[in-house]
Structures are given as structure tokens and as C-alpha cells.
């Protein structure tokens, strides 16, 4: 089995998705639909985004259409992984009672069919190890996304045009995936069409890319690659060491910076749906009208509610700064000592979907060099 890198055009991408089928997998990728880049099902490498850009800036997004004919020019878009492997709503157990009384308990355990993801960005990848951390690493698996995850299959895509809200180089990753998939793709931009450089990283994606026509690929298609990574990673350089700033968060709890914040930021919550890390969820149990059938269903929470830390008379963290600060405090600081490492990737998402532009690269910097 081979691991040195491969080359590709995108007729053998085709033939790399209709094999996945074949083998049983939904294949789903970057698709464009309703003005976003989001996770849809693919049928061929035609129905990737092709041509298209995105402009991302806080509280900003929009699609823009370009001469060049490249595949995964578009970066993040609102959806990521998460949404597949850790879905906003599962069934945990249904109960019915018989006429005579009798209880039935059924607990859902899921069996999903094998899903495959094109277009797998770097932040993602390093996203997944933290959500398969919380939600594997324990004694309490989330048995939702343990059977999900246990089904992947990863196509992962190099960024080569990062957006506006991007810094997962100030994170300590990215642009460049370095583990987590089954196969890597870069893609080589070129009049004739894309070429693209394929490395596989697990025994069923050297098989794969066994099974398609590649080519080994040359030192100048390398070389490019090289080439288009340092450009990407240039076009991050961040102005503060966010991994330095964020540990130093914690120690300025009492700053007014918070309520300052809370006065701009609605809670809706945006950032910690829209986040490839944030995994809080809420249990919501409901019972017939009849009372003959009850079911607990698991929903994705979010810090920003005032029910989230509801205890006794009302809320813990009554006040819009201090969820906005138990948010970030843990992203970027106590994160770091649940689990030895930040719990953000750098991927912009918060940033650009929050509605009133909130950036969190700013307010990072700005509390950690506070006074108060």
C-alpha cells in the first residue's frame, strides 16, 4: 500500500465518488444552495461549487461567481461535520404503557448507513479530535455521533484561498491538514482544468485511490502545492499569538470589557450553533396527551440561553456579558485545562455568522492585554 503522494484529474474524481457509492456510502460534500456553501449530497465532482468565491468579513458572507473554474475555492461555509456526526436532534428513548398498565422502554440505538465527506477542511479535522474527545474519550459516550463517527469516511481539501474571518494558522493549525483523513486532496488550479495531488492517510484511502487512475505525482506539482499553502498561511498572519492570549483570559474575569460586550451581542446563540466544537446539548422530555407514550429527545443547548445555567430562583448567568464570557473563557483558556489544548480551530465560522460582527480575534486580544 502506497503512501507517497498521487496526482488526479477530476474525471477520476468522479470515479473516486461512484466507487464510495458502489462500496454503500452517502457521499456528500460542498454544494451551493440557498446562497451558502453547505454539506449536500454529490453525485459527481460537477456538483462541487465550481467557479465560486466567497467573501467573508464579521457578520458578513456572501458568494461570488469567478473566471477561475477551481472546485474548493469557496472556504467554510455555516455547516461543518458536526452537523452529521453530532445532529441538533436524536432520539434518546421512547416508553408506552399497555392497556394493563405494562411498560415498554425502547432506547434508541442507532445503526447509520457509512457517510463519506469531500472537502473536509484542515479546521475540521482538528475540530473532530476535540468532539471525539468529549464525546468518545469518556466513561459517558455519546452513542449518536460513536455510531456516526465509526461510519466516516474523510476526502479532506488543503485551503488554498482562506477567508476574511480565517486563523486557524494563529490556532496552531491549518492550512494543511497533517492527520484525520482517509485521503487529502490539494487542488491544482489550471486552464486545462484542475489537477489535484492526493495522499492517502488510512488503509481504505490508499485503496481507493488505488482502484482510480493517478499518476505519481511530480516534484513540480508539489513544488505548487508548497507554493499555495505558504500563500494561504500568509494570508492569516494574525497581529496577537491567540493561542498565548486566549490562556490569559481567565485572569481578568472581572473585567468591564464583558458587559461592554454583552451590550452588542443579542445571545442568539450563531456562534455556538455555527461552531465545529461546541457540544452542549439538553435533554426535552414530552409525553402524549394521553399519557400512554413519553419520549426524551437530545437537542444542541448553547451558554448564551438563560436556561442553560438556570438553578433554583433563575439563571446563574443572568446577564448577556457574563454567558458571552463563560463562552469565550472556555473556549479559549479552560478549555486549555479540561483538556491540554484550546477548544477553537480557527475556523471563522462565529465571526462571520454573528449578527452584530462580534469578532472574536479582537476581544481575545483586547481582554487578555486588559488592566481590569
Known sequence: MYRSPRSFAAASGNAMLALLAEQGFEVIGPRRIDEAIV??????????PIGVTDRQMPGRYSLHDSDRRSYFDAAVGPHSVKHHLHPSSSTVWDITRSDDGALSIEMHRPEPAPLAVIGVRPCDLVALEKQDRVLMGGPHINPVYAANRRR???VAVNCNHPSGTCF???MGNGPTAVRGFDILLTELPGDEGSEFVATAGTD??????????????T?????????????????MRAEVDLLEAGTHLKEHLDSEMWAEIGERCLACANCT???PTCFCTDLIDTTSIASVSSRRTRVWDSCFTGSFSHMGPGPVRGSIGSRYRQWLVHKFSTWHDQFGESGCVGCGRCITWCPVGIDVRREVARISRSGT
Open 39 to 48: 454539506y449536500a449530497p454529490l453525485g459527481t465532482f460537477d456538483d462541487l
Open 204 to 217: 481504505a484511502g490508499g485503496r481507493l485511490l488505488e482502484s482510480i487512475d493517478t499518476d505519481a505525482a
Open 168 to 170: 486557524c494558522t494563529a
Open 273 to 275: 450553533m455555527s461552531c
Open 219 to 235: 516534484p513540480e506539482q508539489l513544488e505548487r502545492a508548497a507554493e499555495l499553502a505558504a500563500a494561504a498561511a500568509d494570508e
Open 152 to 154: 466516516l469516511f474523510i
